[in-house]
């Protein structure tokens, strides 16, 4: 497979779609829906094999959660196109204009990122998703996804292209890497002469390959040690049923409850409560010595546990004495993702707001709301836990870039 070609069509179809206007995306995008609708058989077919393949290899069941495909997940999927055909294009949008003494007019204004590389793992919903987000704003994608997922990525792929092609639309707006091989992970790494920004999406072993070897721009979309801390004003109900749904709703996802804190004012009484209420999802508990002196059936925890993204059913618990304390082990051990508190103490609950140091910070909530959907973007790109250019659930601007547009009238600087 031969990269250099791939990333040249690319280029090429990137500046074809930057002539797009907003009707002529959502009509290819309708296009893409209907083809993806109509081989739906075919890309679940494709999808079997590959989970088939996934069983027998020994994959986990959070990962195999993530890598199954079902007719309710495909309309998902289009649901999430849809979702894009009815948000505002931010291309072209004009943020700001001012005049300068000497009569020029200045302004900046949206424009594509240009060629985006995405590499992720076993997740063939992020192919659908990437597409329709990088199509909308004018960007072409190279999709690089893991080899477990390769015949679904295929699938999807091959049904995309037929939707373009069929409403007359550059088809190379979407490619798909279908070469396993890490070796062209790489060399797709270094691929500056046509792609513009890189963003990882899975593993935090493939983010921290992707961060430490590409010399294109990487947007880091980090993994989720996300916490819940139950403070000592909390109402145990809530903060139960939030639990609850945080942790166990979808396992394998990065805003997935991984980390409780818990006020050692409440602790007596919010544990046992805890211990029933997860156990009856099989949920393994991992407590400090204090949580394991009121629950002694936790399991001990070790000081690994408060940086661990599980993926899995366990969960640790931290004894915490004050607010100070719970703030200070969260921005510890966190990775910048998605933490919550559960309080009625409107002074703690804005303390927590402004010193957690991650892209969304709850208060009385589920963790599970970091999403693109759940926020209003439509499907996301990924959900960032970095600082610059874009930061938590990815939409549609944070694929925008911007350039200055300067009018004049035959000025020249002296």
């Known amino acids: 497979m031969d990269l250099n070609q791939i990333g040249a069509q690319a280029k090429t179809a990137a500046a074809a779609m930057n002539r797009l206007g907003v009707n002529e995306k959502n009509r290819g995008l309708r296009a893409v829906m209907e083809s993806i609708r109509t081989g739906t058989e075919q890309i679940l077919e494709a999808n079997r094999l590959d989970v088939d393949r996934a069983k027998t290899n020994g994959?986990?069941?959070?990962?195999?959660?993530?890598?199954?495909?079902?007719?309710?997940?495909?309309?998902?999927?289009?649901?999430?196109?849809?979702?894009?055909?009815?948000l505002d294009d931010p291309v072209g949008e004009v943020i700001s204009m001012k005049q300068r003494p000497n009569g020029l007019l200045i302004g900046k204004k949206r424009v594509p990122l240009g060629v985006i590389g995405i590499i992720y793992e076993a997740r063939p919903?992020?192919?659908?998703?990437?597409?329709?987000?990088?199509?909308?704003?004018?960007?072409?994608?190279?999709?690089?996804?893991?080899?477990?997922?390769?015949?679904?990525?295929?699938?999807?792929?091959?049904?995309?292209r037929k939707g373009l092609k069929t409403a007359g639309?550059?088809?190379?707006?979407?490619?798909?890497?279908?070469?396993?091989?890490?070796?062209?992970?790489?060399?797709?790494?270094?691929?500056?002469?046509?792609?513009?920004?890189?963003?990882?999406?899975?593993?935090?072993?493939?983010?921290?390959?992707?961060?430490?070897?590409?010399?294109?721009?990487?947007?880091?979309?980090g993994s989720g040690n996300c916490h819940i801390y139950v403070d000592e004003s909390a109402d145990f109900t809530m903060a139960l049923d939030?639990?609850?749904?945080?942790?166990?709703?979808?396992?394998?996802?990065?805003?997935?409850?991984?980390?409780?804190?818990?006020?050692?004012?409440?602790?007596?009484?919010?544990?046992?409560?805890?211990?029933?209420?997860?156990?009856?999802?099989?949920?393994?508990?991992?407590?400090?010595?204090?949580?394991?002196?009121?629950?002694?059936?936790?399991?001990?925890?070790?000081?690994?546990?408060?940086?661990?993204?599980?993926?899995?059913?366990?969960?640790?618990?931290?004894?915490?004495?004050s607010l100070d304390e719970a703030i200070a082990h969260i921005n510890r051990y966190n990775t910048g993702h998605s933490e919550a508190i559960i309080t009625n103490n409107y002074d703690h609950a804005q303390r927590f707001l402004a010193e957690i140091d991650a892209a969304a910070v709850y208060v009385n909530a589920s963790t599970r709301f970091t999403d693109g959907n759940e926020f209003g973007f439509g499907a996301e790109i990924g959900i960032?836990?970095?600082?610059?250019?874009?930061?938590?659930?990815?939409?549609?601007?944070?694929?925008?870039?911007?350039?200055y547009i300067i009018y004049g009238n035959g000025q020249v600087r002296p």
């Open 242 to 321: 939030i639990i609850d749904n945080a942790k166990t709703q979808r396992i394998g996802v990065c805003n997935a409850c991984e980390s409780l804190v818990v006020h050692s004012a409440v602790a007596a009484r919010f544990l046992p409560l805890l211990e029933e209420r997860l156990g009856q999802k099989h949920v393994e508990i991992r407590g400090d010595e204090r949580a394991r002196a009121v629950v002694p059936s936790f399991v001990e925890a070790t000081q690994q546990d408060w940086g661990t993204e599980y993926l899995d059913y366990i969960i640790s618990v931290k004894t915490v004495d």
């Open 59 to 86: 994959m986990s069941p959070a990962m195999l959660d993530r890598l199954t495909l079902t007719p309710a997940r495909v309309e998902g999927m289009l649901d999430g196109l849809n979702q894009i055909v009815s």
């Open 125 to 160: 919903n992020v192919t659908a998703d990437a597409f329709g987000l990088c199509f909308k704003t004018g960007n072409a994608v190279i999709l690089k996804g893991g080899s477990d997922a390769i015949e679904s990525n295929k699938a999807i792929v091959d049904q995309i």
């Open 169 to 221: 639309l550059p088809e190379d707006a979407v490619q798909l890497v279908t070469d396993t091989d890490r070796k062209t992970t790489l060399e797709l790494m270094r691929l500056n002469a046509y792609v513009d920004v890189l963003i990882p999406r899975g593993s935090a072993g493939l983010i921290r390959t992707v961060v430490q070897n590409s010399t294109v721009p990487v947007i880091e979309t």
């Open 384 to 403: 960032s836990t970095q600082k610059l250019h874009a930061r938590g659930p990815m939409g549609l601007e944070a694929l925008t870039t911007t350039k």
